[in-house]
């Protein structure tokens, strides 16, 4: 395995990662974070930056603290 190192206002687009490989990394984030990506942002072409992904997770980190969460049914 290959060490990538990118600053957070670094292009995404110079960095090789294909589609598939960004489906693994947001599903990866959403388990971290316990978040949910709109599917229409499944793309790495939705983000210039990781500064721009990280801000994605903080408005989806955000967005679902203001959500109430239902309780269990029984």
């Given at each position: 395995?290959?060490?990538l190192t990118i600053g957070d206002r670094e292009p995404l687009?110079?960095?090789?990662?294909?589609?598939?490989?960004?489906?693994k990394?947001?599903?990866?984030?959403?388990d971290e974070f316990q978040v949910h990506f709109d599917n229409t942002m499944l793309s790495?072409?939705?983000?210039?930056?990781l500064y721009d992904?990280?801000?994605?997770?903080?408005?989806?980190m955000q967005?679902?603290?203001?959500t109430p969460v239902p309780p269990p049914q029984q």
């Open positions: 395995d290959e060490e687009e110079s960095v090789d990662i294909n589609s598939i490989a960004f489906i990394i947001a599903i990866a984030i959403e790495i072409k939705k983000f210039a930056s992904l990280g801000a994605y997770i903080e408005s989806l967005a679902s603290k203001t």
